[in-house]
């Protein structure tokens, strides 16, 4: 295992973390601290515990072991209203129940900032359409989630995550029911929260998208083994060929890197 010592508290940290499923141990002791204005990718093969560790630095599950500090605070001691203000979480999948309309779910993710006897603001307002334009999906505004397509929704999704305005972005699997063309401009409008001094760690499956985007890459091998460093230094042919279990060729062309099964 390989990583980068942390730098100060960061926005997010791990110390010693571990995740487990059942009697299987995904992640052993990751540590590292994300900084304002970085993009970490988790790449991994289906059940490496992708998923799971996103879901363990969002405080939705405890670790097996270890701390997730949020500012340098340990995250199980912050409110969950504190949370919400600092840090934004997209699932997989999201199902609404509820019959709002894009906009109306879309600033839900003003919430955190308001007080439990307030309205929303016309700044709030003015947020959550920017937000629709940036995700492309303000002509949708008025229509109800269930009518959207499956790309749709996944960008009304983000908007959400948009308009919430915290300090660090964890999406797991953001490109999900997405053409190549909004794969791309979603995951630039979050390296634009990053040149705002956000910071943000993304599950992907494609590894020219995280060379694309990310400062940095976080490997898990699913059986407690990791690897964190850089971009250039740790994707490659031969790392991602021990990491999918099958063998990687990098193509390159136009300043672009890509790779595919051999």
Request: glycine fraction near 10%; include cysteine.
């Amino acid at each position: 295992m390989s990583a980068t010592p942390p730098s100060g508290a960061g926005l997010l940290g791990a110390q010693g973390l571990s995740v487990e499923a059942g009697e299987r141990t995904l992640l052993s002791d990751l540590s590292f601290a994300l900084q304002p204005g970085e993009f970490i990718a988790v790449l991994g093969r289906n059940g490496s515990g992708k998923s799971l560790t996103l879901h363990t630095l969002a405080g939705l599950r405890a670790p097996a072991a270890g701390a997730v500090l949020l500012g340098g605070a340990a995250l199980g001691e912050l409110a969950r209203s504190e949370i919400a203000r600092r840090l934004a979480f997209l699932p997989q999948d999201r199902e609404d129940a509820l019959p709002l309309s894009v906009f109306e779910a879309t600033l839900l993710g003003r919430h955190p900032h308001i007080g439990w006897l307030n309205g929303e603001s016309a700044r709030d307002h003015a947020i959550t359409q920017a937000a629709l334009e940036r995700m492309g999906v303000a002509n949708c505004a008025t229509r109800l989630l269930a009518t959207l397509s499956g790309g749709e929704q996944r960008r009304a999704a983000m908007a959400g995550l948009l308009a919430q305005e915290p300090q660090v972005y964890l999406l797991d699997e953001p490109t999900n029911h997405l053409d190549p063309h909004h794969q791309v401009d979603v995951l630039l409008a979050f390296r634009e929260r990053c040149a705002a001094g956000a910071a943000v760690i993304a599950t992907l499956h494609d590894p020219a998208l995280a060379e694309r985007c990310a400062d940095r890459v976080l490997l898990l091998y699913g059986d407690g083994r990791w690897r964190l460093g850089s971009t250039s230094e740790v994707l490659n042919a031969a790392e991602l060929s021990l990491l999918y279990a099958t063998p990687m060729q990098e193509l390159s062309g136009a300043g672009r890197r890509a790779f595919i099964p051999a």
